[in-house]
């Protein structure tokens, strides 16, 4: 009789026991899932963001904004705001104060698939790329070569099968095609096709716009199916720090809006050079800016699904050089996360950047610092959180699928410390040291906690030296790559079928071959 088949005894309980391990959890009991609540990490004290609060409405009000596009000084002078004899557009503090009570507050970005939609209220947490890296690093020969679409696609699906990687943000830029608007419509397409979760794209101009809706139309079936589950956002970059409206982003902006499409309001000030060196001066023009463009946003249409993307990134002030892996980078994010839930708004930051040009020793401490200390904020959208190196220059397909591990890590720690009559484990002390066995490896708590509690790597190593040895002396690098190969020699579910892949193809010129 085999153990299967056995209705009793110690033997056919382990079985169940490892069956039931076996088994995957509902999402509710499993240790580590999008949306976890952070929020536990305040680098910034109350008065200090009251502080930064009143500065950024005093910048506003005193120092505003130029450069704005005609359409966008209609829109803003007819909500309230104040254009000078200067060109600048200054921003009264009621009409900040009235925005904010009226701005959408809760924002569920959607996927293509149901089940990987993100809820974005409160402190819940989600990680995932972001980026416009021009180069690929290439692990086996630690050279950088220039990205291309196929990357891109490749990146997609890879994201599409790491649990921890919850949304795809077109991470890097497909160098292989030379005109602008083939380019963002095959991003569109080779993101689209490899992953169903919702992805984060950007536009060269507002003339493309309507010709990416038309794409997303036929990806989702109609207008009306988009419109109802918009599956893609808009990354804009609408400010040219230090405040100032970038305008032709702008213009995309307002197009974005108006076809529907969730927008990510992206301030990317660089502290020290154009954002101030200190870290509360980062945050406050970063929120200046994107409190003007949520007013911006809400003037062309009440209520439109934003993500307050305050997003200032670090100099190393010796060189004037970009330092996305420091630890005053893993401060600034989370500063801002806290400044995200002071207005109570759905918001996004940068973490995860490292400045080691391959994933070794120090990629490993500059992405899990800011990660963690971003999941631990409350941060929303956690972007760039895996696969970005040399500051965001270079993309890497093994550093993702590390990432996934890390971020598993930091999901983790963003949990916290549940505390109950069982997890303070009275009477499981109490029956092992009295008259029990002395330890706690056989115990009912624990073969009943050891899933929900802990999270456990999938590629990482755990083995000790002797095992490790045993089994070959496995490298993290080439159980990456391994994986990596693994993922890309199958078909991704994400494709289109045929009939609509076919109209696609007809309609616009799709470089990629899948």
């Given at each position: 009789m085999t153990k299967?088949?056995?209705?009793?005894?110690?033997?056919?309980?382990?079985?169940?026991?490892?069956?039931?391990?076996?088994?995957?959890?509902?999402?509710?009991?499993r240790p580590i899932r999008p949306g976890m609540l952070g929020g536990t990490?305040?680098?910034?004290?109350?008065?200090g963001m009251q502080l930064i609060h009143q500065a950024a409405l005093d910048a506003l009000e005193q120092i505003g904004l130029a450069d704005a596009p005609q359409s966008g000084i209609e829109h803003l002078t007819r909500v309230g705001a104040i254009q000078g004899d200067d060109g600048r557009i200054r921003f009264p503090r009621a009409l900040i104060e009235d925005v904010l009570a009226n701005a959408n507050q809760s924002l569920t970005l959607r996927g293509r698939s149901p089940e990987h939609d993100l809820d974005?209220?409160?402190?819940?947490?989600?990680?995932?790329?972001?980026?416009?890296?021009?180069?690929?690093?290439?692990?086996?020969?630690?050279?950088?070569?220039?990205?291309?679409?196929?990357?891109?696609?490749?990146?997609?699906?890879?994201?599409?099968?790491?649990?921890?990687?919850?949304?795809?943000?077109?991470?890097?830029?497909?160098?292989?095609?030379?005109?602008?608007?083939?380019?963002?419509?095959?991003?569109?397409?080779?993101?689209?096709?490899?992953?169903?979760?919702?992805?984060?794209?950007?536009?060269?101009?507002?003339?493309?716009?309507?010709?990416?809706?038309?794409?997303?139309?036929?990806?989702?079936?109609?207008?009306?199916?988009w419109r109802a589950r918009p599956f893609v956002s808009n990354s804009n970059c609408f400010v040219v720090p230090p405040m100032k409206f970038a305008t032709e982003s702008c213009e995309v902006m307002e197009a974005c809006i108006q076809g529907g499409m969730p927008v990510l309001l992206l301030s990317a000030g660089q502290a020290g050079a154009t954002a101030p060196a200190p870290i509360a001066g980062a945050i406050v023009q970063a929120v200046a800016e994107c409190l003007a463009g949520l007013v911006y946003v809400n003037a062309v249409k009440p209520g439109h699904p934003v993500i307050f993307g305050t997003w200032p990134f670090v100099s190393d002030l010796r060189t004037g050089a970009m330092s996305g892996g420091s630890g005053e980078q893993a401060l600034l994010?989370?500063?801002?996360?806290?400044?995200?839930?002071?207005?109570?708004?759905?918001?996004?930051?940068?973490?995860?950047?490292?400045?080691?040009?391959?994933?070794?020793?120090?990629?490993?401490?500059?992405?899990?610092?800011?990660?963690?200390?971003?999941?631990?904020?409350?941060?929303n959208m956690v972007y760039e959180a895996a696969g970005m190196h040399a500051s965001l220059l270079g993309f890497c397909f093994e550093s993702l699928i590390l990432g996934d591990d890390l971020i598993g890590q930091a999901l983790r720690c963003v949990r916290g410390i549940e505390v109950d009559e069982d997890?303070?484990?009275?009477?499981?002390?109490?029956?092992?040291?009295?008259?029990?066995?002395?330890?706690?490896?056989?115990?009912?708590?624990?073969?009943?906690?050891?899933?929900?509690?802990?999270?456990?790597?999938?590629?990482?190593?755990?083995?000790?030296?002797?095992?490790?040895?045993?089994?070959?002396?496995?490298?993290?690098?080439?159980?990456?790559?391994?994986?990596?190969?693994?993922?890309?020699?199958?078909?991704?579910?994400?494709?289109?079928?045929?009939?609509?892949?076919?109209a696609i193809r007809k309609r616009f010129n799709i470089h990629l071959q899948v």
């Open positions: 299967s088949t056995i209705p009793h005894g110690r033997s056919g309980g382990r079985a169940a026991r490892r069956a039931a391990r076996a088994a995957p959890l509902a999402d509710h009991l990490f305040r680098p910034l004290s109350k008065s974005l209220g409160g402190s819940r947490v989600h990680y995932g790329t972001a980026g416009a890296a021009v180069h690929i690093v290439d692990v086996k020969t630690s050279n950088y070569r220039e990205s291309t679409l196929q990357d891109l696609h490749d990146a997609a699906r890879i994201a599409d099968r790491l649990d921890n990687i919850h949304f795809l943000q077109r991470p890097m830029v497909a160098r292989d095609i030379t005109d602008n608007l083939e380019l963002d419509l095959n991003t569109i397409y080779a993101c689209c096709a490899g992953t169903t979760k919702h992805i984060g794209t950007s536009f060269g101009e507002p003339s493309f716009v309507p010709h990416a809706l038309e794409l997303l139309h036929q990806i989702a079936g109609s207008e009306d199916k994010t989370a500063g801002c996360a806290q400044m995200h839930q002071f207005y109570g708004l759905p918001g996004g930051a940068a973490a995860g950047i490292a400045d080691a040009k391959l994933p070794d020793m120090q990629a490993g401490w500059e992405q899990a610092m800011s990660n963690v200390m971003a999941g631990m904020s409350g941060l997890s303070v484990s009275l009477e499981t002390i109490r029956a092992t040291c009295l008259g029990g066995p002395g330890h706690y490896l056989g115990s009912e708590q624990t073969l009943s906690r050891m899933q929900t509690e802990y999270a456990y790597p999938a590629i990482a190593d755990r083995l000790s030296p002797k095992a490790w040895e045993e089994v070959g002396k496995p490298d993290l690098i080439a159980r990456a790559v391994a994986r990596k190969d693994e993922i890309l020699s199958t078909r991704s579910s994400a494709l289109f079928d045929a009939e609509t892949d076919t």
